[in-house]
């Protein structure tokens, strides 16, 4: 008897507590209600991409010089070199470059790797079309300087959430100029260019 | 319990005077309740979906539909309009009768549960002496559609999920009729008007919520599953079963589930503030306070208040309940469907008999309190 009055007992310490989570997790959500929504809209706002985002790829022709390093460290060999050799001026000449962004990952192998910096990463992310030919991007296509969200006049540009200034969680509305928190890249270099002019006299002294 | 504003009588008083036989009076007047139910129903699943897509969309900290009309009031419509101009297609080698009559014995018993719901003393379609139990019996023909629907549109997933429906509905009624037993006992009558005036003496105190602390949350689960809604909404899991019994189903017999679900969910939340958060009555009595103020409660305009205030707060616990089901969506994880039979079968009914038990011991103890 005893036994079973125990059993009673814990079955309904269980629901209870499990009542208590319940209502735990319902004052999650409902604290959520009052929060600002986080949505980006879409085609009207689009948000600017970091400095390292890795989007189409960008070629310079006249740059290259035709090595296929590029094809050699890209996963699954993807850009298409087509060259030939020129023996008047003994130098690979480029005739056609394409890369296919059907297939594409975006690693950015070949942007690392190129020797004369002739690729390059573009901020470029809508690459939507009819046909999956058309993401095969020739010379001319890759060529193409990237359009930017902030030139767009149909967009509203906003910022990502570590380049609004500090305290700020809202991206609309910034005031002009603001700046985000912390250091800008330019400045961190500035400054490590004055701690190494004060550091070097002290250790030429004990050199 | 003075009887307020019987709009029936007056409009056959009315129709008689202007000189037709009362028979043709009543007849005239029989359909007039019954559209403005079935016109309330709809626009309160319009209310239901439109409050579903912004508290979720609020909760998830979403906007929601935003270009529809103010707010998005209009995305309801739209989405129903969408539904009613598509193709209607019956998928090859289903069974069309059954396909086809599945949706329409899902929403019809739904639809006509609004019979016993009361807004008022005389605001009510039929104040039937058997109205709890209408509504649990026409409740029990659900899964029949439903079973019917997953049956014949020969897909496992919709078979699968009728057959869960059925099980979840079958399992779940049990202990919500049960629970809505309790209150019958405590008040000696099925008729919801009766329920209601049973609870209306003491204002806030006098509702059934205090007297039936585990009743209330036993139909609350119960009601939820009955509705199949999030925590059970197992039948239309669409991680597993794409969308239960509603795979197959476009146009408008798909719109027939998705209103019947909604109609259905704001029916249980009527029922529900109609049995525990005493239906129409204010916090504190409305004659309570007429008489502070020193009006009669029998004044025209104080009726006119009376039964306003009857109705608005019918719908603001409603409501209350529709945001509360909602908000539980975006809490609680699905239940396995052993879980939900365990709980159904080995916690909820025992529990519940255990409530029925106790209510009744407690109204031969405390006859004053509960209902003698």
């Known amino acids: ?207 | 319990m003075e009887s307020g504003i019987d709009l029936q009588s007056s409009a056959i008083q009315l129709l008689v005077d202007l000189g037709l036989p009362s028979a043709l009076a009543k007849v005239l007047w029989l359909p007039l309740p019954m559209a403005l139910m079935l016109v309330v129903a709809t626009v309160g699943v319009l209310i239901a979906v439109w409050l579903e897509r912004k508290i979720s969309a609020a909760v998830q900290q979403r906007y929601g539909p935003e270009y529809a009309g103010p707010l998005g009031v209009l995305q309801p419509v739209a989405d129903g309009l969408k539904l009613l101009f598509k193709e209607d297609i019956v998928p090859d080698r289903a069974d069309p009768w059954l396909f086809t009559i599945g949706p329409a014995i899902v929403v019809i018993p739904v639809f006509l549960s609004y019979l016993i719901v009361p807004f008022g003393q005389n605001l009510v379609v039929t104040d039937l002496g058997i109205g709890a139990f209408l509504w649990i019996s026409l409740s029990s023909v659900t899964p029949i559609g439903l079973l019917m629907s997953g049956y014949s549109s020969n897909n496992k997933y919709a078979l699968i999920g009728g057959l869960r429906a059925a099980a979840q509905s079958i399992s779940y009624e049990i202990p919500l009729a049960l629970s809505v037993l309790a209150i019958v006992m405590m008040s000696n009558s099925l008729s919801t008007i009766d329920i209601v005036n049973q609870q209306a003496d003491h204002g806030i105190l006098g509702w059934n919520i205090w007297r039936q602390p585990v009743g209330f949350i036993i139909f609350w689960i119960s009601a939820l599953a009955e509705t199949e809604r999030l925590p059970f909404d197992l039948p239309e899991a669409e991680e597993e079963l794409v969308a239960g019994y509603q795979t197959e189903y476009t146009g408008m017999k798909f719109a027939l589930f998705y209103l019947g679900s909604y109609v259905n969910l704001i029916l249980s939340a009527l029922l529900f503030s109609v049995f525990y958060l005493g239906g129409w009555s204010f916090p504190i009595p409305v004659n309570t306070l007429a008489a502070w103020i020193g009006v009669s409660p029998d004044v025209a305009w104080v009726q006119v208040i009376t039964a306003a205030i009857g109705i608005t707060m019918v719908l603001v616990k409603t409501y209350a309940l529709v945001f509360l089901a909602i908000l539980l969506r975006w809490t609680t994880p699905r239940v396995r469907i052993d879980q939900l039979l365990n709980l159904g079968w080995k916690f909820l009914l025992p529990v519940s008999l255990a409530n029925l038990l106790i209510t009744a011991g407690l109204k031969l103890a405390f006859p004053v309190a509960f209902g003698g």
């Open chain 1, 1 to 207: 008897m005893l036994k079973f009055l125990k059993q009673v007992g814990d079955y309904a310490k269980e629901s209870f507590q499990a009542a208590k989570y319940i209502g735990q997790g319902l004052s999650v959500t409902f604290d959520h209600m009052r929060r600002r929504p986080v949505t980006v809209q879409y085609p009207y706002e689009k948000i600017i991409p970091s400095e390292r985002y890795r989007g189409r790829i960008h070629f310079e022709f006249d740059k290259c010089i035709a090595c296929e390093v590029c094809v050699r460290v890209c996963p699954i060999n993807l850009p298409v070199v087509d060259w030939e050799f020129n023996k008047a001026q003994k130098k690979k000449q480029l005739n056609h470059y394409s890369i296919d962004f059907g297939v594409c990952i975006f690693c950015g192998n070949c942007v690392e790797y190129c020797p004369t910096n002739c690729l390059s990463m573009t901020e470029e992310y809508e690459l939507s079309a009819y046909d999956r030919h058309e993401l095969n991007y020739d010379n001319v296509a890759l060529g193409r300087l990237p359009e930017k969200v902030t030139l767009d006049p149909m967009v509203t540009p906003l910022r990502e959430f570590a380049y609004l200034p500090k305290g700020v969680m809202e991206p609309h509305d910034l005031p002009k100029g603001a700046q985000r928190a912390g250091k800008r890249p330019e400045d961190i270099l500035e400054d490590l260019k004055q701690d190494k002019a004060a550091a070097a006299p002290v250790s030429d002294d004990k050199a």
